[in-house]
Nanobody
């Protein structure tokens, strides 16, 4: 049974930092692209970042470039999202998702993946930014 479990969500002050993680079981991350998505109340789910089969295949949504860092540790079957300089527009439930490498079509870059190509999803972790 495949499971993705997010953890690390918390209340952080504006300008603060937070690390959230996505631990996978039932699959080997070596063969999956991993994406982070977020959904705030009343808003559509938004892709935030993804990492392909290597660190060379990373994509960030424009509003988080330079502030968020995605990293994968295949040996630990875990993907991290480091969030710095958190802003009032960042609060949301953050989800991780896994897309099989077949959807990458031999490319390492994950930025072209659609939401529907992510086969497995976690339950989410809440990130709140407030003073």
């Amino acid at each position: 049974q495949v499971q993705l479990v997010e953890s690390g969500g918390a209340l952080v002050q504006p300008g603060g930092s937070l690390n959230i993680s996505c631990a996978a079981s039932g699959l080997t991350l070596d063969h999956y692209a991993i994406g982070w998505f977020r959904q705030a109340p009343g808003k559509e789910q938004q892709g935030v970042a993804c990492v392909g089969l290597s660190d060379g295949g990373i994509w960030y949504e424009d509003s988080v470039k330079g502030r968020f860092t995605i990293s994968r540790y295949n040996t630990k079957n875990t993907v991290w999202l480091r969030m710095d300089s958190l802003k009032p527009e960042d609060p949301a439930v953050y989800y991780c998702a896994a897309a099989p490498d077949q959807y990458l079509g031999g490319d390492v870059y994950c930025g072209k993946l659609t939401r529907g190509e992510y086969d497995y999803w976690g339950q989410g972790t809440q990130v709140t930014v407030s003073s």
